[in-house]
């Protein structure tokens, strides 16, 4: 099934604004209310379910040059909650 992006910003940002972004993505979690994002003209509402699947990944990443990365990802099937997952996560 071919992928449709709802939204998507990408630019550099300090390392205090980006842990702006997550605690606010955090509170949002926690508080149970839905996700919304915006930037630009662009914007989207996400009503993220009680137990979505969260990916993180780390990357190296070697053309000519080498760049790393961090990816957090938070899944789910519309309609449905997600279960299941390979063991606890640490993040320190």
Request: charged residues 40%.
């Given at each position: 099934m071919p992928e449709e992006v709802l939204f998507k910003t990408e630019r550099s940002h300090s390392r205090e604004e980006i842990a702006t972004y997550l605690r606010s993505v955090a509170d949002k979690?926690?508080?149970g209310g839905d996700l919304?994002?915006?930037?630009?003209?662009?914007?989207?509402?996400?009503?993220?379910?009680?137990?979505?699947?969260?990916?993180?990944?780390?990357e190296r990443e070697t053309n000519g040059s080498t760049e790393l990365s961090v990816e957090f990802?938070?899944?789910?099937?519309?309609g449905e909650d997600a279960e299941g997952g390979d063991g606890a996560l640490s993040i320190e």
């Open positions: 979690l926690d508080g919304a994002l915006s930037a630009g003209d662009e914007s989207v509402e996400l009503a993220v379910p009680d137990r979505p699947t969260f990916e993180v990944k780390a990802e938070l899944e789910w099937k519309e």
